[in-house]
């Protein structure tokens, strides 16, 4: 099936530990994006990648870090120097030259959990 | 920037009932597109609707319509006959008509449905 896909579901973080979160995609999108949710709140973009081999911040990039090897993958990195990394985290695909022309499409996404 | 606004943090209503969330929006663009997201309880963002700026057509997707007021910059969206499997946050979300650009969301509006 296409789709995006997100792992793991549930991460729990150790203080001072990096994290990875995967996220694959087999839409044949360009595009690629990860979002932070906090409870009750809305969706804040972390990082964005319209290609390959290139990335831009987003609103809220400090502590988080990313690359884009292959279209298909564009794993976030929650680093230690993230004070508050406790958050839902959404990844997102999108391709201006797919049918559905505007439209960002969702994962599941990856709780992570400081313990 | 852009920026999306939803003044209405919670909405309640009768199941068979229509109910209207609010949205208002905030861009110098003039090529672009607005969303409407659903996210129930397992966290996943599905596509409700969405509205080209250039249309002045009024979008419609089974019981869920848009009313698009492109010099107000608003953009509500109207749900009829309820359902239970409609109650969720509804997210407003822009996005700028060229590249691969990102979604801005609003902060979300919580719809309960009362049987």
């Known amino acids: 099936d296409g789709g995006i896909t997100q792992s793991p579901k549930y991460l729990f973080r150790k203080e001072g530990q990096n994290v990875t979160l995967s996220c694959e995609q087999n839409?044949?999108?360009?595009?690629m994006y990860w979002y932070r949710q906090d409870p009750g709140q809305g969706l804040r973009l972390i990082y964005y990648?319209?290609?390959?081999?290139?990335?831009q911040k987003g609103d809220i990039a400090e502590g988080y870090s990313v690359s884009r090897e292959k279209k298909e993958s564009f794993p976030l990195t929650v680093t230690s120097a993230q004070k508050n990394p406790t958050a839902f985290y959404l990844c997102?695909?999108?391709?201006?030259?797919?049918?559905?022309?505007?439209?960002?499409?969702f994962g599941e996404g990856s709780w992570l959990t400081v313990v | 920037a852009q920026t999306v606004t939803q003044s209405q943090p919670e909405m309640s209503v009768q199941e068979a009932e229509t109910v209207t969330l609010s949205c208002t929006y905030d861009?110098?663009?003039?090529?672009?597109?607005l969303f409407w997201y659903k996210q129930p309880p397992s966290r996943q963002m599905i596509l409700v609707i969405r509205?080209?700026?250039?249309?002045?057509q009024n979008a419609t997707e089974n019981r869920f319509s848009v009313n698009f007021q492109k010099a107000a910059k608003s953009f509500s969206l109207k749900i009829s006959d309820s359902q239970l499997g409609d109650a969720a946050m509804y997210f407003c979300?822009?996005?700028?008509?060229?590249?691969?650009?990102?979604?801005?969301f609003g902060t979300g509006t919580r719809l309960t449905i009362i049987p």
């Open positions: 997102a695909s999108s391709s201006p030259r797919h049918s559905s022309g505007n439209t960002i499409y």
């Open positions: 839409l044949n999108h360009d595009a």
């Open positions: 990648s319209q290609i390959v081999n290139d990335f």
């Open positions: 861009t110098s663009e003039s090529d672009y597109y």
């Open positions: 509205q080209e700026a250039y249309k002045q």
């Open positions: 979300a822009y996005r700028a008509n060229f590249g691969n650009e990102k979604l801005t």
